[in-house]
């Protein structure tokens, strides 16, 4: 089955540091999300990108974060000055025409 | 926006027993709905989804839930919890622009 892949699986990083987590959708998938869970709870939107231009994001993407889909199969989310309230679980999904969405494993952010 | 909400932080049955997680939903017009499952430490897995048909819909690892209009509800069940259904569930309703809203989840306890 075809699978959304997320690197890396954990990043650690200093406070004020860029990070860049990368992910790799299904490839006939056209949407594309990125999530936030701080540890253990609610899953919550971030971004969704489609025709390689966001189309929608949240509060929480302010001025700090981006997203790219650099070589049309890679989709990154740069965080460009790292907080401590950045830490948490980033997760990717595709889908295709949003009857099904895959979610990747996650990358866990820890900002030090 | 749409939304979903779950009731339940935690829900706590022994195995063999029946488990129910509840979602209700709030939507216009018709609701695409699913449900994912956390493990600890790993990502969001599918289990199932309602998007139209039957009301009774049938997922992975023998999970079904129930789409009743009347009562706006989602509710998962399985008729007999085994210990390694200890998970963190979530309900999540397809809103505008194709992304996923997600529930605060529920903490899904099987003991032995």
């Known amino acids: 089955e075809p699978e959304v892949t997320q690197t890396p699986s954990h990043q650690v990083t200093q406070m004020g540091q860029e990070v860049i987590l990368r992910c790799v959708p299904i490839s006939n998938h056209l949407y594309f999300y990125w999530y936030r869970q701080i540890l253990g709870q609610k899953v919550e939107f971030l971004v969704s990108?489609?025709?390689?231009?966001?189309?929608?994001k949240s509060e929480i993407f302010d001025d700090q974060f981006s997203v790219e889909r650099p070589d049309g199969s890679n989709f990154t989310l740069k965080i460009r000055s790292t907080k401590l309230e950045d830490s948490a679980m980033y997760f990717c999904?595709?889908?295709?025409?949003?009857?099904?969405?895959?979610f990747g494993s996650g990358t866990r952010l820890t900002v030090v | 926006a749409q939304s979903v909400a779950q009731p339940e932080d935690q829900v706590n049955v022994a195995e063999g027993n029946p488990l129910t997680v509840k979602c209700t939903y709030s939507v216009s017009g018709n609701p695409y709905l699913f449900w994912y499952v956390q493990y600890p430490n790993r990502g969001l897995q599918f289990l199932l989804k309602y998007i139209t048909g039957d009301n009774l819909v049938k997922g992975s690892y023998g999970f079904e839930a129930e789409f009743n209009k009347s009562q706006t509800s989602f509710h998962l069940k399985k008729p007999s919890a085994l210990v390694s259904d200890s998970a963190l569930y979530f309900c999540a309703v397809r809103d505008y622009d194709y992304k996923l809203s997600f529930g605060a989840g529920t903490t899904v306890t099987v003991r032995a």
């Open positions: 999904a595709s889908s295709q025409q949003g009857y099904g969405y895959t």
């Open positions: 990108f489609y025709n390689n231009e966001i189309s929608e």
